[in-house]
């Protein structure tokens, strides 16, 4: 829900056996656990204070009978606090500047389920523009380029929901360093295509869009083309399901200043009605959230995390691409007084969940919330609505021994590293990858006279301490003996050719 937004309240049906109002009792709830939803152009805080939300689904019949608990993996289950490395909302209490809706009486969960087939994946890639037979490479469809590394590259996770990467680059060596028998493609710089220049209009990039949005199934998405980065439009599409706004399910494609789509991420496999919950109304679901104000204090993640975008060189988002602008974040160590946040509205939608170790989408209140003594822009934070009774942990499996991976030519690792770029030097190189708060990382570099391969290292900050996983955009530089030049880069985890970011 963006600044603009007027409060939106979802009228109740009239009442009956079915669908009147329930009154609901005070409850403790058993934890409080956060997560950060990432996306290109903005995050979200998406809590799961036992609080309910409900969907816009009111024609489920009586014969269905009471749901079976809803297993959020986000619930620690071990009593009232705050989850591990959860931000301790007790920095913050939020008030309603006005009467915030109802909303409905119940709503259905929505799971990813099934696997995706090859004509989805080919349907995509015809959109995409990308040539080729799709192969089912390890738990991934994949199209990739030829051996020589240069040309699109569309993956597909062969499961639902689907999340899928495309980036249309131009890895090609530059000078005399080309492979034997082949030209040289593309211009000097070896820049992907599109990616210099003015961006396109907003109508221009929504068109380029269009047939990607149609070949995912999300033609008519609330479609937000205001994000550009450098020469590139975002195209960010939320779609609506079951007739409820989504968030952190979105789909962002990105157009080059030629018109055409250089990169994209989402997911290809729309989400399944599963079963209906009861749901509490936003002044109840406000009420839960603002319940971990009576926290010790802050309680860091390891890191502020910043929304990816679905880069121009194709940055694997966990397909949840948003317009949304992330809720500030502070590394905050010493304890404060918490901070009051007003909340400009409300409205009932579906947010990004994982039950019992899938994606789903689960009813939800979308706040929008502004902090009055700061100039940054509103953010939105996502209140899980299902009834409290009616949520329940995940419950932790016994350990079972992991087998050890054999290798396999067909089922090489994906390129870890998203790009580079070089200072005028040539010899501070600079590489761009996604990882996480929970580690540090390192990078090294290997030279030769024909390639610099580099090598990026993972140390855990606290191995004994529990972490959420939340994916961040890290940056790192590693100093070469020698001038870059005409050398390739290389990702040591892969193999793969590192796309030019300049």
Known sequence: MSGSESTQATPDTPDTPDTSRRRWSPLVVGSVAAAVLLAGGGGVYVST??????????????????????????????????????????????????????????????????????????????????????????????????????????????????TWTFSQYDGAPKGDNCLKGKPCPG???????????????????????????????????????????????????????????????????????????????????KPEQGHRYPVVGAEKALAELNKASKGAGPIGIGGCATAPPASVHGTETGGKPDTRPEAPCEAAADRVPPREMTVLGAEFGLAAQHVEGRQALVPAWLFEVADENAKARPFTIAQTAVAPEHLTPRPTPSPTPTPVPVPSDDAAPPRQLQAYSVDSTGRKLTVTFWGGVCSDYAASAQESAERVTVTITETPRNPDRACIAIAVEVTKTVTLKEPLGDRQVVDAASGDLVPRAD
Not at 99 to 106: I, R, Y
Not at 230 to 244: C, F, Y
């Open 187 to 269: 211009g000097a710089g070896g820049a992907a295509a599109g990616a210099s220049g003015t961006p396109v209009g907003e109508e221009a990039a929504k068109k380029a869009a269009a047939p990607v949005l149609a070949a995912v199934g999300q033609a008519d998405a609330d479609k937000d083309a205001a994000q550009v980065m450098g020469s590139v439009r975002v195209v960010n599409a939320a779609p609506r399901i079951g007739g409820l706004p989504t968030y952190g399910w979105s789909t962002g494609i990105q157009v080059g200043s030629d018109g055409r789509v250089v990169g994209g991420s989402g997911q290809l496999k």
């Open 49 to 162: 204070a036992g609080s309910g939300g409900g969907a816009d689904d009111r024609s489920a019949p009586a014969a269905e009978g009471p749901p079976p608990p809803l297993r959020l993996d986000s619930l620690s289950g071990d009593g009232p606090g705050i989850a591990p490395g959860e931000p301790d909302p007790s920095g913050a209490v939020y008030k309603a500047r006005g009467k915030l809706p109802e909303g409905p009486d119940a709503a259905h969960v929505h799971h990813a389920r099934g696997a995706v087939t090859e004509d989805e994946v080919a349907r995509l890639a015809k959109a995409l523009g990308v040539a080729g037979t799709p192969k089912l490479v390890g738990s991934a469809w994949k199209i990739a380029p030829p051996k020589d590394g240069f040309g699109p590259l569309l993956q597909v996770d062969a499961e639902a929901p689907g």
